[in-house]
């Protein structure tokens, strides 16, 4: 459980709530989620996390839901327990099945079993992917 407290929006300074409204403005949603109401005791981080996060996460070269499966991915990997929810109803949002939950873990699941083994072998990287 953390020590710290989530800075809610009443409580918030007026820098806080302007990156607030954009974020709610942003998702068209009523709230920001405690991610963001936990980093917000940092504003500097706050800030530059939900620039990065826009910019990043904006359609581009990769669809939206190719994004979302991105960040659940690595998220698993990194065992982020709140990451993995929120991306993961995010990607739901962007089209995701049941299927391609399954698909997707397999995939997770088989790139770090096998990225284990290279790393414990000490496999050399073969001239033809170079």
């Not at 530059?48 to 359609?59: E, G, L």
């Not at 659940?72 to 099945?97: F, I």
Request: proline letters at 6%.
């Amino acid at each position: 459980m953390s020590q710290q407290k989530p800075i809610e929006y009443a409580s918030a300074t007026p820098e806080v709530q302007a990156i607030f409204d954009d974020i709610k403005a942003t998702r068209g949603v009523p709230d920001v989620n405690n991610f963001w109401k936990f980093i917000a005791q940092h504003p500097p981080t706050l800030a530059r996390t939900w620039d990065s996060i826009k910019d990043v996460m904006a359609p581009g070269a990769l669809d939206p839901l190719v994004k979302e499966l991105i960040y659940v991915a690595v998220s698993v990997t990194n065992n982020c327990g709140y990451c993995v929810a929120s991306h993961t109803a995010a990607a739901r949002r962007a089209g995701m099945t049941d299927e391609m939950f399954g698909e997707l873990l397999a995939v997770v699941g088989m790139a770090n079993e096998t990225n284990r083994l290279a790393v414990g072998y000490r496999v050399p990287i073969d001239a033809a992917f170079e």
